[in-house]
């Protein structure tokens, strides 16, 4: 489809990653997630199907006071069922471990978005693509090693995120100069459940530009060293 390929190459463009070998990965992305239920139908039609659904909700009442915004990739609706499926995209290196798979914020952030943009759907699963791996079924019927399939999410988890929400809220609006300070990813322990986190987000990299053995630059947060 010839608008959508200089769609494609426009983003890519723009965003400095229109060289060969990021076009065939981009593409490769593109076609590994529509091969995976790209409409929602392995559960039957949904009643609705959303993409790029925008939430934008602000709570204050019962002592729970938040702001959330975001959005969500995907989302099927089927009102029979009262369930949603929350579908998220992912173009990391890495398949979620540990807490990323335990307490995922953004798993709960999603779910408490559709309780409260449609009460009616009482069942809530996330779930998220990893486009970089195999997403197809094998003949047992079991997804590939890049889907991730949450358990539902219940309404008391739910109000028990809103707490923990609140308590974010309070930090946010006493936050300080002394604060960011405080609590840096290089100052934190390496993750042992296996998890991304601590000074694995900030890179091994010891100065800007640091090459690896095979010549390729290392890679490091693009706020690890100085810059003007």
Not at 24 to 50: A, H, Q, V
Not at 85 to 94: E, Y
Not at 164 to 170: A, I, K, N, P, S
Request: with cysteine; hydrophobic share 35%; proline share 4%.
């Amino acid at each position: 489809c010839k608008p959508v390929v200089k769609m494609v190459k426009l983003q890519a463009k723009r965003l400095e990653v229109d060289d060969p070998d990021n076009l065939d990965m981009i593409n490769d992305f593109i076609l590994n997630g529509l091969r995976y239920d790209f409409f929602g139908e392995e559960l039957g039609k949904p009643t609705e199907s959303i993409s790029e659904k925008k939430f934008d909700i602000s709570v204050d009442a019962e002592g729970k006071r938040y702001n959330i915004l975001g959005f969500i990739d995907k989302l099927f609706l089927y009102a029979q069922k009262k369930r949603a499926i929350i579908r998220d995209f992912k173009t990391s290196k890495a398949i979620f471990k540990g807490k990323d798979i335990t307490d995922n914020l953004q798993a709960l952030m999603y779910s408490l978005a559709v309780k409260h943009l449609y009460p009616a759907y009482m069942q809530r699963q996330p779930e998220f693509l990893f486009l970089k791996f195999n997403l197809e079924k094998d003949l047992l019927g079991e997804s590939g090693e890049g889907v991730l399939q949450m358990d539902d999410i219940s309404d008391d988890e739910l109000e028990g995120f809103e707490y923990y929400l609140t308590e974010v809220q309070e930090y946010l609006e006493g936050f300080s100069e002394e604060s960011a300070l405080s609590n840096f990813a290089a100052t934190q322990n390496y993750p042992s459940d296996g998890s991304f986190g601590g000074p694995l987000s900030c890179g091994f990299a010891k100065y800007p530009k640091q090459l690896k053995k095979d010549g390729t630059p290392m890679w490091h947060c693009a706020y690890k060293f100085p810059f003007d």
